[in-house]
């Protein structure tokens, strides 16, 4: 969820770029302030926190195997 908050920041800060515009927030708005909203995200996004991908968590963790097992021949 994080990943895709990050991409919608960097969307918006490159659409707000290509307009050339600030919407008025000189300060707010500006392409500094959103890249580094959407490296902080990224960040935490790859830190594990938020609700990510996760594995080893409930029954749909490992491998399925249908019919034969490969390898055992």
Do not use: K
Not at 16 to 33: A, E, I, K, S, V
Not at 62 to 71: A, K, L, N, V, W
Request: net charge positive; proline share 3%.
């Amino acid at each position: 969820m994080l990943a895709i908050a990050a991409a919608v920041v960097f969307g918006f800060a490159l659409l707000l770029d290509f307009l050339n515009t600030d919407l008025g927030f000189h300060d707010l708005f500006n392409f500094n302030t959103l890249l580094m909203l959407g490296l902080f995200l990224l960040a935490l996004y790859f830190a594990g926190v938020g609700s990510g991908p996760r594995s080893g968590t409930g029954g749909g963790s490992g491998r399925r195997f249908y019919g034969r097992r490969p390898g055992r021949g």
